[in-house]
């Protein structure tokens, strides 16, 4: 097991890894399927990933991206403190292996080392097992948006969620 930034380098493998997370778990996203497989989506990944407002680690498990999480720094003066942890996922046969905690603890070090005060995200609220792992971690709700997403007639709310660091 490797955990690392992904860099540019990595734009194809994160995008096809990408499209598995929004086969898998479509609920758990903003973009779409369709929104990820265009040409422009690859060029918006490789300008994330080339990006100094945002870091995106991946685990590698024999090669192959296992789990992966970005996290998306403010840069607005007001805002700077703040930082945005998304688009984790991990796969389903790297699950119950402690993936997910190793990826939010690389971040929160990140996020630390960047001088932030709190990261926040936003979980979708059936996701319990989700919602509990990130209490696990210190992660807090502090308020649900109703209809926070809504893709082909059907809607998510989401729990927002912080950890002062």
Do not use: C
């Not at 984790?88 to 630390?112: D, F, H, T």
């Not at 807090?140 to 059907?154: F, M, S």
Request: hydrophobic share 40%; aromatic share 10%; net charge negative.
């Amino acid at each position: 097991m490797e955990i690392r930034t992904l860099t540019v380098k990595d734009a194809e493998i994160y995008r096809d890894y990408r499209l598995e997370a929004l086969e898998q778990s479509p609920e758990a996203f903003a973009s779409t399927y369709e929104e990820t497989v265009s040409d422009t989506a690859l060029e918006n990944i490789r300008a994330n990933l080339n990006s100094d407002d945002s870091v995106t680690l991946g685990i590698f498990q024999e090669g192959e991206l296992a789990a992966s999480a970005a996290l998306r720094f403010y840069t607005l003066e007001k805002l700077k403190h703040k930082a945005h942890l998304l688009a984790m996922y991990v796969s389903p046969q790297a699950r119950n292996k402690g993936y997910g905690r190793k990826l939010v603890e690389a971040a929160l070090e990140i996020a630390k080392e960047r001088q932030v005060e709190q990261v926040q995200l936003a979980v979708v609220t059936r996701n319990k097992p989700a919602i509990s792992f990130y209490e696990s971690l210190g992660f807090i709700t502090y308020g649900v948006e109703k209809r926070a997403l809504k893709y082909k007639d059907k809607y998510w709310d989401e729990n927002h969620m912080v950890l002062f660091l």
